[in-house]
């Protein structure tokens, strides 16, 4: 562990006037852009090759009807995980309907963005599913705050670090291996 991992993640984050706090809605903004990228964009970069693609569009109202599968069920789950926690860690004064509202609306922002843009699909399952991965974000922020009371904030960036890491292979991974994944 190095000096800085070891003052930022022991010591508690103190770095040229930047606290924890700031910096996880630092990490939050990331993370938000992220998913922009990720599912209204559909990774593409440079972002002229979203331009060039044929722009289709559908919405489904019908909840868990012409999924992707459980692989595409699992992705929407684990890629909105950390927008869960690092809200929760970010926004400690909002009560839990509140951060999950958040979740919430972010997800049918993002749905929605979609469909008016004719980006991809829109469907009510994926809303559910993202609803559901934040909501577990914001479980395990509230276990990590127990169990680490203060340096939770700092437990969660490493841990949202390894989602960040893991979501990319995964994602890298449906190329590999054929699946066409529709976030």
């Keep these: 562990m190095t000096a800085l991992s070891r003052r930022v993640f022991i010591n508690g984050w103190s770095w040229k006037g930047i606290d924890l706090k700031t910096f996880s809605k630092m990490i939050m903004l990331l993370y938000f ?9 559909k990774l593409s970069f440079p972002i002229l090759d979203f331009l ?9 109202l019908t909840p868990f009807q012409n999924t992707g599968g459980t692989f595409e069920i699992a992705m929407n789950v684990i890629a909105f995980l950390p927008l869960g926690g690092l809200l929760a860690a970010a926004s400690r004064k909002w009560r839990f309907d509140q951060q999950l509202l ?8 993002l749905e929605g963005l979609q469909y008016a843009l004719a980006i991809g699909a829109a469907d009510i399952t994926d809303v ?3 609803t559901f991965g934040g909501l ?10 127990k169990l680490f009371g203060e340096k939770a904030a700092s ?11 893991v979501l990319g292979v995964l994602i890298s991974q449906t190329d590999l291996l054929g699946i066409r994944m529709i976030l």
């Excluded at 060039?52 to 489904?60: A, F, G, Q």
């Design 33 to 41: 852009i992220f998913l922009i990228w990720l599912i209204d964009l």
């Design 52 to 60: 060039d693609t044929r722009h289709v569009t559908s919405l489904n």
């Design 102 to 109: 958040a979740v919430l609306l972010t997800s049918l922002c």
């Design 128 to 130: 559910i599913n993202n």
């Design 136 to 145: 577990l974000g914001i479980g395990i922020f509230l276990l990590i705050k």
């Design 155 to 165: 437990v969660l960036a490493i841990l949202v670090s390894i989602a960040i890491v």
